[in-house]
């Protein structure tokens, strides 16, 4: 049988770094084996809709490669593929009150009064109202009457409270639970749409999906969902449970922390590719250590036997590490691209900014960087003569300012200002003097930069400020040590 993958999202915002997984392993799984990755949209639930949360559904998955073979923009024969256009279709009435006439199902018609007053369960931390099944005991007359009278009803599951129910997890094994704990859930609403859990089985069996892939926060809804199958007497897809994922603090990974979306975390300066090759990780490990990945690699070595049933971390400092080994990796042109909106947000003078970015390309870990490694061109900074004592170089304060004001002459009679120019005078000066580079340079590079940290040496940057900047610079400096 052809593998069959779907990612079903919900249109309620950006992609939760844990719905950009789901949808990553979907598609890994489905092109690794040869099969077919579907998008369908999951709007059932009109109160959570957002605003061109569809568009960037679609902007997400062409951002990461995530291809669809199918969806509301491909049909592939299995259409509608929004889940709003499929009830249109009468499809989930229909297979509810196919239900129905099984009785496997039946119609609620209880009030809010009424359903405020039953008790309540405490599942998973959250209090849930269980329902006594009061309206399964309805006779056929009372349930038309009331429908002919319109009353407000809704369809809900008849799960027996007697025996188990078991179902298999490609990563869980086989799992039982109690049918007493199997709570009646609504199959549909009042408003006539479908609850996100019944049009999930109809769609996927409608549309021959093979492998169902999401969190394992749903391990506790699939008997619900193994109860509809049977009950059909349909075939149940691969279940495949994800770990959860967590922060470094080893808590749910929530949106308040700045990274758990696909958009916040480009907002922060980081590539798609990488952010791919990441996730991939967080709770899929291949058969070497290895970690670098492309997309065409993670389809041919992806096994879901190999994803892991512990909570995976999202480490930021482990994603801008391997953020900063994909821009190293990278075109310069491509970079140069994505890194000049940064380099125009702090440098407004007429620099070589091309320069300027080949000489952070291998310093940054993420775009944002960038700001904090040249802001010096544009400005020099407020600096402690201090910084021209470095133990290592054999420089101090005296030292410097010698270095500094032998050196002014020989910069103001320079009309070279490139940067090999600028190494040949400085290193001839080096040589006379009998020291080593590093007690010339420490001190220039110091006196034009402001800073212990620079993406570059003292000729590089001197070449990019050009000449009278660099002297004004030169002259400062040895202002500030002869006053110090």
């Known amino acids: 049988m052809k593998i069959r993958t779907r990612y079903a999202p919900s249109p309620t915002g950006k992609m939760h770094v844990g719905n950009l997984r789901s949808a ?3 598609f890994l799984i489905a092109k690794h084996a040869g099969g077919d990755f579907m998008l369908r949209i999951e709007d059932t639930d009109q109160e959570r809709f957002v605003e061109g ?10 951002k990461t490669g995530l291809v669809h073979d199918e969806g509301p923009d491909k049909d592939g024969g299995y259409g509608p593929y929004v889940q709003s256009e499929r009830m249109k279709t009468g499809i989930y009435m229909k297979y509810a009150k196919e239900l129905i006439d099984k009785g496997e199902a039946y119609y609620c ?7 405020a007053s039953l008790k309540t369960e405490v599942v998973e931390g959250k209090e849930i109202t269980v329902y006594d099944k009061h309206c399964l005991h309805l006779s056929k007359e009372e349930i038309e009457a009331n429908l002919a009278a319109g009353k407000p009803f809704v369809i809900r599951q008849n799960n027996p409270t007697e025996g188990t129910t078991t179902f298999h997890d490609e990563l869980y094994g086989d799992i039982t639970v109690e049918n007493a704990e199997l709570d009646d ?9 479908p609850t996100y859990n019944f049009a999930n089985v109809v769609d996927d069996h409608t549309m021959n999906i093979t492998h169902v892939v999401r969190g394992n926060e ?21 279940y495949v449970h994800l770990p959860l994922i967590t922060d470094e603090n080893h808590k749910k990974l929530a949106k308040r922390s700045g990274h758990a979306s696909f958009e916040d975390l480009l907002e922060q300066g980081f590539v798609s590719e990488a952010i791919v090759n990441y996730i991939a990780l967080l709770g899929w490990s291949p058969e070497d250590n290895r970690e670098i990945f492309s997309l065409e690699e993670l389809i041919r070595e992806f096994d879901y036997h190999r994803i892991s049933k512990s909570p995976a971390v999202f480490d930021i400092v482990k994603l801008r590490w391997m953020n900063g080994e994909y821009i190293k990796a990278m075109d310069f042109d491509k970079f140069y691209e994505m890194a000049e909106p940064y380099l125009k947000a702090v440098l407004t003078k007429n620099f070589d900014l091309k320069k300027i970015a080949n000489m952070v390309k291998t310093r940054i870990e993420v775009f944002p960087d960038i700001a904090g490694l040249v802001d010096f061109f544009q400005e020099l900074p407020e600096y402690d003569v201090e910084m021209y004592t470095h133990k290592k170089m054999k420089t101090d304060s005296v030292s410097s300012l010698q270095v500094l004001q032998d050196v002014l002459p020989l910069l103001e009679a320079q009309e070279d200002y490139s940067n090999d120019g600028l190494y040949q005078l400085l290193t001839k000066y080096v040589e006379e003097k009998g020291v080593k580079n590093g007690y010339v340079m420490w001190p220039v590079r110091t006196a034009v930069s402001g800073k212990q940290m620079t993406p570059a040496g003292a000729t590089e940057i001197m070449e990019v400020l050009g000449k009278e900047e660099t002297l004004k610079r030169i002259r400062k400096g040895i202002e500030k040590l002869q006053n110090a």
């Open 24 to 26: 990553l392993y979907e």
């Open 53 to 62: 949360a569809t568009e960037i559904i679609y902007r997400t998955l062409e």
């Open 109 to 115: 018609f209880c009030d809010k009064e009424r359903l």
């Open 185 to 193: 859930m609504i199959l549909i609403k009042s408003d006539g749409y």
């Open 218 to 238: 749903y391990l506790s809804s699939s008997p619900k969902y193994q109860r509809l199958y049977d009950a059909f007497g349909w075939e149940s897809p691969v």
